[in-house]
């Protein structure tokens, strides 16, 4: 498994080719997973065989700027995706902020080894750019949850909520993180367009973090919530605890599993008031008939 991004500008005219280039290499070399390129970069997570992996990104690579992936490896055996996508888009993360250059204006980038001493001065305030529910499974301890539901809110929690706290703090430093880095380097580029200073990012994020950094001398707390089937990853980058829910799609630890409103495929804690009974059932005889099929392709093995 493979996570990239690069942010990078790319002329519209090649982006299309591309894309028909990467897909076609992509698919013939067994290659699954999900590629978003846009003028602003590529973001992607992919797997396959090592060498499929390797003949994929090497195609991405000889693209103008995008020879310096930032990349993230794990092993594993879940099958995560189900084909390939590549996809056009207007932003490879979507902050909605027009002319907003993360090339030009991203926040300082602290390595894996220097992070602890960054969030561990009291001057700095560290703040989790990601969503509420990947923050509910696991952050870095006193962390600031913006408590948003996608990373289109940051702009407002930021002019509502964080210039306030700024204010009040008074801060010598902010320091940034997500998943892979792609989200805190696009923050920290708003953060100083908007003018705050001393704004710092997690290079490589949360991943990069929990590779490089013994569990004795972490300080990550939880498991890190992935955009696909592994769900989360423990702190040795192995699928941890959490499952999803197939109705609404957010992450199930244990004890949300052994409530009453757990029904495989069906509902859950977060959803349960969400859907009609029509919907349930619905979802499930889809849960009936992904069973089936599963079934099956064990009878056939």
């Not at 390797?54 to 020879?67: I, M």
């Not at 009040?168 to 200073?197: D, M, N, V």
């Not at 973090?209 to 890190?224: F, H, K, M, N, T």
Request: aromatic fraction near 8%.
């Amino acid at each position: 498994m493979t996570a990239f991004y690069r942010f990078a500008s790319l002329n519209a005219d090649i982006l299309h080719a591309l894309r028909e280039r990467l897909q076609q290499l992509g698919r013939a070399a067994g290659v699954h997973g999900t590629v978003l390129l846009a003028q602003e970069g590529v973001n992607g997570t992919i797997s396959g065989t090592p060498p499929a992996v390797e003949s994929l990104l090497a195609a991405l690579q000889a693209g103008a700027g995008l020879d310096a992936l930032e990349l993230k490896t794990s092993w594993s055996t879940v099958v995560s995706f189900d084909r390939l996508k590549v996809r056009l888009k207007r932003e490879i993360v979507t902050l909605g902020i027009e002319g907003l250059d993360p090339t030009q204006g991203a926040g300082t980038n602290v390595p894996p080894e220097a992070w602890n001493a960054l969030i561990d001065d009291p001057t700095t305030l560290v703040i989790d750019t990601r969503n509420a529910y990947e923050v509910a499974i696991g952050s870095f301890d006193r962390a600031v949850d913006p408590g948003t539901a996608s990373f289109r809110d940051f702009p407002a929690w930021v002019k509502k909520e964080l210039r306030p706290m700024v204010k009040e703090r008074r801060p010598e430093r902010l320091a940034l993180f997500c998943t892979g880095g792609i989200r805190c380097e696009k923050a920290t580029a708003y953060l100083r367009q908007q003018g705050f200073s001393g704004v710092h990012q997690l290079q490589g994020g949360i991943l990069r973090y929990l590779e490089d950094i013994p569990e004795a001398r972490s300080r990550w707390q939880g498991e890190c919530y992935v955009f696909d089937r592994r769900v989360a990853l423990n702190h040795r980058l192995e699928p941890g605890s959490h499952s999803q829910c197939h109705a609404c799609g957010l992450p199930l630890g244990p004890e949300d599993r052994a409530l009453e409103s757990y029904v495989e495929g069906v509902s859950c804690r977060h959803c349960l008031s969400r859907f009609s009974d029509s919907d349930r059932q619905r979802f499930a005889e889809r849960q009936r008939q992904m069973l089936m099929r599963e079934r099956r392709s064990v009878q056939f093995e």
